[in-house]
């Protein structure tokens, strides 16, 4: 039985990136050498990383405006982390969205001042702040663009002097944007991207050297780009199947022939949690996330029929957070129309048999 698989990540990818990055493991280039252990300054891989990162500047529209491409280790939480470290001498701001910006402003207290510009804690994070006042002069600005555990997603970036930053971990590559509004954007790969084990970084080189700090050389950017993602042995099957990924969304025509998709996706499961008088959403309408769909029972003795039958249509991961409860779909680039289609035909099943 095909197996529908809509977990938060690490997630679905596409089913030729599998089985090419599977052979790699094999024997990668016809080498007679697996790409788990090939030397990571061979020419073989030089050429993936600098594929990879050619790649991530084509598709977002990025090329020769300034920006450096990074695949680093430690995830998005690490990035936290990062960003203060190389870009907050004094104050900064940030718009709390959700439990990975609140994680990300806990790390930048570390380093200066924290100014919380909007919040949408007090409704548990169902709803995208709007109508906030930014602070003149903030280093930089930090927005989270897709939140997982919640479903929600931000539709318009704030308009702002500083630099504007952005943790778009779980939509990255998904939706069309004018990406050189952002100073910095970073994702965990485990999302639209290749498996856990690297991150992208997208930067603009003339946000850096601004701070007075000293910064260890391992959470240094500028030690990151002189060396091309090579300062220590990076994480080479991440890499190499993040930039089978990338290849495939640009044959695929690239993040508009994607986002067409994926609004038809979205369109699909949120059609049926609106239709449906069994389920409700949790995200406000305008505020629903095109990548993760959350949405609970309306009647709580329906759980135990609703978990079987989904189980039984070969469903899996789409139980919620614990923090939100209820159910979350998570529709990122590679999950197919007809995985969609079935949860949903599931959820209509539900409705005639109650």
């Known amino acids: 039985m095909k197996k529908h698989n809509f977990s938060a990540g690490p997630c679905i990818l596409p089913q030729e990136v599998f089985q090419e990055a599977s052979q790699a493991v094999l024997d990668f280039n016809n080498s007679g050498l697996s790409i788990l252990e090939i030397s990571h300054r061979s020419k073989d891989f030089v050429d993936v990383m ?38 907050l001498q004094s104050k900064a701001g940030y718009i709390n969205t959700g439990s990975w910006s609140d994680k990300a402003i806990k790390e930048a207290k570390i380093f200066g001042e924290v100014i919380e510009v909007a919040s949408s ?18 280093d930089y600005l930090h927005c989270t663009s897709n939140n997982t555990i919640f479903g929600t997603q931000i539709k318009e970036f704030p308009t702002t002097d500083a630099p504007l930053i952005c943790d778009m971990s779980s939509d990255i590559f998904s939706r069309q944007l004018d990406f050189s509004q952002f100073s910095l954007i970073y994702a965990g790969a485990q999302k639209n ?20 700090r000293q910064i260890p050389s391992m959470l240094d950017y500028n030690v990151h780009i002189s060396k091309g993602s090579m300062f220590n042995t990076p994480p080479v099957f991440a890499v190499y199947t ?76 789409v139980n919620g957070h614990r923090s939100v409860g ?10 197919s129309m007809e995985s969609v289609a079935a949860l949903v035909d599931v959820m209509s099943d539900l409705e005639r048999k109650a």
């Open 326 to 335: 209820g159910y979350r779909a998570s529709m990122y680039n590679a999950m």
């Open 242 to 317: 993040s930039m089978l990924t990338l290849r495939w969304l640009k044959k695929l025509g690239g993040i508009a022939a994607i986002e067409e998709e994926n609004e038809k996706k979205a369109k699909l499961i949120y059609s049926e949690i609106d239709l449906n008088p069994l389920f409700k959403g949790f995200a406000k309408e305008e505020d629903r996330s095109t990548m993760n769909a959350t949405f609970s029972l309306v009647e709580g003795n329906l759980k135990e029929t609703f978990d079987a039958m989904w189980k039984e249509a070969g469903i899996n991961g």
């Open 193 to 212: 991207m290749g498996p856990a084990g690297t991150t992208l970084v997208v930067i603009k080189e003339d946000i850096l050297g601004k701070v007075e």
């Open 50 to 87: 600098e594929e990879a990162r050619s790649l991530a500047l084509e598709l977002l529209g990025l090329e020769g405006k300034g920006y450096k491409v990074l695949f680093l280790q430690g995830g998005a939480s690490t990035q936290f982390l990062m960003t203060a470290y190389n870009l």
């Open 121 to 138: 804690k007090d409704a548990n994070y169902n709803y995208i702040p709007k109508g906030y006042d930014i602070p003149k002069g903030l």
